[in-house]
């Protein structure tokens, strides 16, 4: 990957994210989680753990009222059976018409071709931002991953794109943003990257900016699994102290350890 | 909320708690849980760390079997989707036939009307116990929390009617209860309150006063919760601390920290 | 139950575990796990602490596409719903014509008729191995459980069974080895013995004998189970400790604790 070059807005980023994060303690924004059901658990644990209030029901039935009701909408696809697949179309529409932001994380499009069409039938819509790996990118962009080529994708879709890796990197096609901060041990707990997509869910919900919003919550959840990592003695105990480390991350910690380019 | 009066039934409860948490783990008893999926995982474990036999299927074609072999049945509609719908009257008819006793969670009912309307249908098929917060509360009575609503909504339905908040309050109509332990982080936590009424569940399985029972399960778990309190360092451990707290409650614990009226 | 009989096959196991597990770190099989919705996290878990690459869909749609792309399956019926039912005859499908090691767990068959008949006809179908404890064998054998019956059932099945309890006994039908590892405690988690299943299944992605690959990954879990009991403080701390000892597990304590025969 080219490194990003020097980026005059990312020095700001470390403070708007610590004003973000307790933005969303402060007005606990309810975020409904269309999620797999691998990580419905996990990730409803991380928004607690932030102060963020989540739903989790994937009822077409009742979807809706439930989406009507909350400040943000995450769309999750890592189990795509019959009736999550339903309930994502209604999800979005009522997101859309009472103009929530939503996120999308198109977990695994590169395992199923059905499954990306999916996808891109949803980036139609117009997500406010997409999180996916170099994998997941390829396989909905139709070409390999690079700086420009995610810009352009951001640029087609009108949203933030996330590329999340050993470094991520986020984007609305016009400002560029490369956190480098995170841990290896992230990887090993199941439904991780879920979980940081719906923080990022919870960030938009307090913050208008999508792309400092999706940059305020993947930096500090990138962070928090820094401070885990420190006191966890493998992947069990990592999975706890990052939801320990969620609930007490403080602006002083986030400043000090942004890694941002 | 206005303070309860002075109940000479409340002195006894915490012995009785003690005798039944000690008979559950002599029993071993069967509870049947049709929860919502983000509970699954931890009700099981809570159950088991009680001395508990979970069993979870939402299957419509096997769940009159499952719940026939139970000694008890949970109702939560935390997540209300087809299957667990259908699911849920066959469990309670199995229930019923058998005698089995049966609790009801009505979930975010305050949320979602068709969901209100399922939770009355099923009150009107009388189970044993309702667990409920006052937004849910409201929501199902079409009427404010108070005391007395609470004691009328207990009467109507035959059943004891659980409070669940800062204090839980316990009535069959007659007798009423106020447990004043518990933790605030417990509300940190995802599916804690979902696991607590699995817990009163599991007391229903071995003693037939309803209200005793469910008094016991609500007491023994705010006071793991307290306990939990104390080592954790955060949501994360806390949630792991509240097994190992269960799972290790003493009667003499119990007698000691209780603080009901 | 009769004690095995000396097993000079027995002696080797150990350093053939200890080489197996370090294969799954190496090579990170996929394993693709259509299992029970209580399990699934756990399950994913462990398989990443393991060195393993879980997917875990159910969508009878988009299961094939996952199969066939993955090193090993797992069949668990822990919760068997509509469309788990349609996905597992897919997923059984495709594992077969891409001749890839499958695993069945047909979990609380004794519970429910339909799951047992169920469990049979996936059974004709040929797995690689079968785990069950022994309620769930006299469901499926139709006869109680000893050891010539588990020989019998896996000559019949042409398949590994492995009879898991306080020891667990594994056998082709002409190689038998007993295991007398594990601790109490891991029966007080939920999806324990799920999760050992499916590292038997990721051993099997890598080691094509089916007999040793099963030996070795309930020896590993087993051992893993031992370790995590030292530091374990309850139920809660212990599935912690257990994904932390199989992430840590080394060759030599594998070497020096088994309790082959």
Known sequence: MRAPTENPLAAGLPDLAADIISRVRRKRPRVHCLTNAVAQSFTANVLLAAGAAPSMTIAPEEIAEFVGRADALLINLGTLDHERREAAVIAIEAASAEQRPWVLDPVLVDRSRPRAEF????????????????????????????????????????CVAALTGATDLITDGVRTASIENGDA??????????????????????????????????????????????????????????????????????????CVR
């Not at 139609?124 to 080529?149: C, K, Q």
Request: contains cysteine; hydrophobic residues 55%.
């Open 119 to 158: 996808a891109k039938a949803l980036i139609a819509r117009r997500p406010s931002a997409v999180r996916l790996n170099s994998a997941e990118f390829a396989a909905i962009a139709g070409t390999d991953y690079g700086r420009e080529a995610l810009e352009r994708f951001a640029i087609d879709g009108h």
């Open 185 to 258: 041990r992230m990887a090993q707990v199941t439904a991780m990257g879920c979980a940081g997509t719906a923080l990022a869910a919870a960030c938009l919900a307090v913050e208008a900016d999508a792309w400092i919003a999706s940059c305020a919550g993947l930096l500090a959840f990138a962070i928090a699994g820094e401070r885990a990592a420190v006191s966890a003695r493998g992947p069990g105990s990592f999975a706890v102290e990052m939801l320990d480390s969620l609930a007490n991350l403080d602006g002083d910690t986030l400043r000090m350890r942004a």
